[in-house]
């Protein structure tokens, strides 16, 4: 009885150091992928009444708003 439960330790313990070495390579992995950098664009010089029309169109589309309204909406702002 006593050798079944070092025997089972023994197997958990090399669980824990083989997750452990899962988790190690799974985060050198993430963290050698690099997330290219977008360059930051200047917005579009639209006027205040075009935005409000696309703010307006994409909380519509958020909110599962008609499709015809949005496109409305957006033809509108353009």
């Known amino acids: 009885m006593a050798d079944n439960l070092m025997q089972l330790q023994r ?3 090399q669980r824990v150091q083989q997750m452990q ?3 190690r390579r799974v985060l050198e992995a993430h963290q050698g992928v690099r997330q290219p ?3 930051s664009r200047p917005l579009p010089q639209l006027e205040t009444e075009q935005w ?3 703010g307006l169109a994409l ?3 958020r909110c599962g ?3 015809e ?3 409305a909406l957006l033809y509108l702002a353009l």
């Open 59 to 61: 909380l519509l589309m």
């Open 37 to 39: 950098r977008t360059e």
């Open 69 to 71: 309204l949005t496109l």
């Open 21 to 23: 070495e899962h988790s």
């Open 65 to 67: 708003g008609r499709t």
């Open 11 to 13: 197997q958990a313990a």
């Open 52 to 54: 409000l029309l696309l």
